[in-house]
């Protein structure tokens, strides 16, 4: 069975450091890895839109800036299929037969999806659009074939969702759609990088994050204002490393040889955290290495973003041509799903001459 990726995002902001060390690093680690038959990376414009029907506008201008930050990441349209959501209908027709399969209650009890409801201020009237968003979620997955999607821990319950409709499905019509596998990001403390206030998560809405497209001035101003240990009162006063947020990203991002290159009294992270835990180490000192490895890890990033942002009418050109290639894609599965779901009338030679030799028996 061939390997094949999917994954992608709502096109709702500009993706930031939650998003790279959460999804984007991995997803270019496995492009480049050769272990794939296919790659699909979705910017999810439709999925964006069950929330965001009153603003269109917010969306098509998000759809340039996650592309900008694919391509900026290193995402490669030669080696991954970027591709837009709206663009392949197939998916939409594919969602619609799935809901056959999935009952109210059971999305109802989808965690991911109860917390956005009540994010959204949606307990009173849920969007059908929005309240289905995980059935298309599966379509999206399973029109590609996909073996393996790699997500964050908060789209377990979708791929679960997933792999339920495609065990009915294939119960019910005949073997046709393939299962496929969450992966999850693998270091722990990677999987939730809190915002630059400390809260559990980086949020556009909470303001708190910092995007792979910020100036190095404005690294520098988030980072120097960054969530510390409140009781860390003066330099020589002992530390506490918990939810203490330049620690927390030193730990997703940092090498112990860039901790002691930025500063040569350190000789890792460790002896740098020791020694912050024992007091003597302030806080000032601590960002300012953490600037040097964000710097490190963004500067590159932000070199490919000024190149495509100089080529803008290429960037529409490779989704344009990405979604023509996810569409051949998921059109084949949708053969097979038709025809599995015996609604492949016009295709079917042998339906016609039944149907007509019944007829013709009458007579
Ligand atoms: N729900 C995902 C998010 O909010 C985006 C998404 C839509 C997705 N369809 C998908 C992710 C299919 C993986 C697979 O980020």
Redesign the pocket.
């Known amino acids: 069975m061939e390997k094949i990726i999917?994954?992608?995002?709502?096109p709702t902001g500009r993706l930031h450091l939650g998003h790279f060390v959460g999804s984007l690093k991995r997803r270019v680690e496995l492009q480049n890895s050769g272990d794939y038959d296919k790659i699909f990376i979705?910017i999810?414009d439709a999925?964006a839109l069950t929330d965001n029907a009153d603003n269109p506008e917010k969306v098509r201008q998000n759809v340039i800036e996650v592309a900008l930050d694919y391509l900026s990441v290193g995402l490669d349209p030669a080696k991954s299929t970027l591709f837009v959501?709206t663009h392949v209908p197939e998916l939409t027709e594919l969602a619609f037969y799935y809901m056959n399969l999935v009952s109210v209650s059971r999305v109802q009890r989808n965690p991911t999806v109860k917390t956005e409801i009540q994010m959204r201020g949606f307990e009173k009237s849920i969007p059908m659009g929005f309240f289905s968003?995980p059935v298309?979620?599966a379509s999206?997955?399973t029109a590609f074939r996909a073996t393996t999607?790699p997500?964050?821990e908060d789209?377990a319950p979708?791929i679960e969702l997933t792999r339920e409709i495609v065990n009915r499905f294939n119960n019910i019509y005949g073997p046709t759609l393939v299962e496929p596998e969450i992966m999850l990001p693998d270091a722990s403390v990677c999987m939730r990088l809190p915002g630059t206030d400390g809260k559990a998560k980086m949020s556009k809405s909470l303001g708190n994050c910092i995007y792979l497209s910020d100036s190095p001035k404005e690294v520098k101003k988030k980072v120097n204002s960054m969530y510390t240990d409140p009781e860390h009162l003066t330099v020589d006063s002992p530390g506490h490393l918990e939810g203490n947020c330049p620690f927390i990203y030193l730990d997703a991002f940092a090498t112990d040889e860039q901790v002691h290159r930025f500063n040569p009294d350190f000789e890792s992270l460790d002896d740098l955290k020791a020694r912050y835990v024992k007091g003597g180490v302030g806080d000032g000192t601590v960002k300012k290495i953490l600037i040097g490895v964000l710097e490190e890890l963004l500067a590159p990033i932000r070199e490919r973003r000024a190149y495509w942002e100089q080529r803008i009418p290429e960037v529409y050109e490779i989704l344009r041509t990405g979604s023509e290639t996810a569409r051949e894609q998921a059109g084949k599965t949708l053969d097979e799903v038709r025809a599995a779901m015996k609604i492949d009338y016009f295709a079917d030679q042998d339906l016609i001459k039944e149907q007509a030799a019944r007829y013709k028996s009458k007579k």
């Open positions: 999917l994954t992608g995002d709502r979705m999810a999925q959501q968003y298309s979620q999206d997955i999607v997500v964050g789209q979708m």
